[in-house]
C-alpha cells in the first residue's frame, strides 16, 4: 500500500517535470547539428585575427576553430553560421542553445569550467592580459599606471584581474567599466583613461588595424595569464569530445608535418600516426560516432593549427604575432598534442 503511495507520488512528479517543459532525453548536439545540416558557432566577430568579417568572409583562428568542427561534423567547413556574441551574452546564449559551441576569445577560468552549465574543450590560444598607453605618457610598466583611471569592458575577466594586480602593490587604480569594447576603445582613444586593459592580443590588433602604433603601445608585461578556448554546454560528453578532438588533430598535423595542400598524398604514408590520423587506420571516427576521414577533412578544408596561426595572426597577416607561448612544445612553446590513438 505504502509503496503503490510512493509509485504513485512519483508517476505524479513525472508529469510534473513534464508540463514544465523537461524533455525526457535532450537530443544530442551531434544529431542536432547533422539535422540542421551547419554548425552554430558563436564568435567575437570584432577582433581581428581570432574572428572578423573581411570583404573575403569570416576569418581568424576562432573562426577557423569552429571550421574545423563544421569540417569534422558535416565533411565540409563551409557550413558554419557565425554568430556574434557580446563578453557579456556570449555564455548565457551558449547555454539557452542559441549556438552550438562558442569559439570566442574566451579565457578558461575554474568558476566559468566548474558549478556552471558549460564545459571547455581545448585551449586554443596561451593569452595574458596587457595594457595600452599613449607614448605622450612616458608609461613603461602598468605599476606606472598605478592611480590612475583604465578602461575596461564589464563581462570579461579583465576587470578582478587588474583591481586585485594593483591591490596587491597597494596601488588604487580607477577601473571605467565599459558594455563594450567599441565603447571601449572609443573613450580610451578619446582620452578618457590613462589605460585600457584587455587581452594583450586584442590591444595589439585594435592598434594595428586602426592605425595607432605610432601613438600608442602595448606594455609588454602581462598581469595574468589568459588561456583561451572554445566552450561547450555541459552534459553532452560527445559533444565536448569532438570539440576537443578536432582541435587536437589541427595540433597534431603541425607536429607530423601535414599541411592543407600535401594532406592528400599522405594518406597511405608508412608512418602509423598518420594513417591514424587521416583514417587510413580506422577506428578514431567511430570512437567519436564521425565518419573515419573526419581529421584528413578538417586538415584538409582547414589545414594545421601552424598554418591557421601563420595565416589570421603570425607572419601571413598583418598582425604578424610571433608563436611565443602557442609554439609547439618541441620548439619551446605550450601546444602539446595529445596521442591520437
Ligand atoms: N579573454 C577575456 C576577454 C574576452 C573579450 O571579449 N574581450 C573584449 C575585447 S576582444 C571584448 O569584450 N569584446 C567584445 C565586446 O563584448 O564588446 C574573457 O574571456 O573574459
Not at 513534464?18 to 544530442?28: C, D, F, N
Not at 556570449?90 to 552550438?100: N, Y
Not at 572554445?230 to 569530445?241: I, K, M, Q, S, T
Request: aromatic share 8%; net charge positive.
Amino acid at each position: 500500500m505504502k509503496l503503490r503511495i510512493v509509485v504513485r507520488a512519483l508517476g505524479l512528479a513525472g508529469v510534473a517535470l513534464t508540463l514544465a517543459g523537461l524533455p525526457a532525453v535532450a537530443e544530442s548536439t551531434l544529431d542536432l547539428v547533422k539535422k540542421r545540416g551547419q554548425l552554430n558557432c558563436g564568435v567575437n566577430g570584432e577582433l581581428p585575427g581570432f574572428s572578423s568579417r573581411a570583404s573575403s568572409g569570416w576569418a581568424g583562428l576562432d573562426v577557423d576553430m569552429c571550421k574545423a568542427v563544421a569540417a569534422a561534423v558535416l565533411g565540409d567547413a563551409g557550413k558554419v553560421n557565425f554568430v556574434p556574441l557580446t563578453a557579456q551574452q556570449r555564455f548565457t546564449e551558449l547555454q539557452a542553445g542559441k549556438v552550438d559551441m562558442l569559439a570566442r576569445n574566451s579565457t578558461i577560468t575554474l568558476q566559468r569550467d566548474v558549478g556552471t552549465e558549460i564545459d571547455f574543450a581545448a585551449v586554443n590560444f596561451y593569452d595574458g592580459q596587457s595594457f595600452a598607453v599613449s607614448k605622450k605618457i612616458g608609461v613603461t610598466a602598468p605599476s606606472g599606471l598605478g592611480s590612475s583611471k583604465i578602461c575596461v569592458v564589464k563581462g570579461t575577466t579583465h576587470e578582478a584581474n587588474m583591481v586585485n594586480w594593483f591591490r596587491a602593490r597597494r596601488y588604487t587604480i580607477q577601473p571605467v567599466p565599459f558594455d563594450n569594447a567599441e565603447a571601449m576603445y572609443a573613450a580610451f582613444f578619446a582620452s578618457r583613461c590613462a589605460g585600457m586593459t584587455q587581452d594583450a592580443t586584442a590591444l595589439a590588433a585594435v592598434l594595428a588595424t586602426r592605425n595607432k602604433q605610432a601613438d600608442y603601445m602595448v606594455l609588454p608585461q602581462l598581469i595574468s595569464r589568459e588561456p583561451l578556448g572554445p566552450y561547450v554546454r555541459r552534459g553532452d560528453d560527445a559533444w565536448v569530445d569532438i570539440v576537443r578532438w578536432s582541435f587536437q588533430a589541427m595540433l597534431l598535423a603541425e607536429e607530423l608535418n601535414l599541411t592543407k595542400d600535401r594532406v592528400a598524398g599522405e594518406r597511405q604514408s608508412t608512418d602509423a600516426d598518420v594513417r591514424q590520423l587521416l583514417g587510413t587506420i580506422p577506428g578514431n571516427g567511430k570512437a567519436l560516432g564521425l565518419e573515419e576521414d573526419w581529421a584528413y577533412n578538417i586538415i584538409r578544408q582547414v589545414g594545421s593549427y601552424g598554418e591557421s596561426f601563420d595565416r589570421n595572426l603570425g607572419a601571413g597577416s598583418p598582425l604578424k604575432f610571433e608563436r611565443g607561448a602557442n609554439a609547439l612544445w618541441s620548439k619551446g612553446g605550450l601546444m602539446y598534442p595529445l596521442p591520437m590513438r
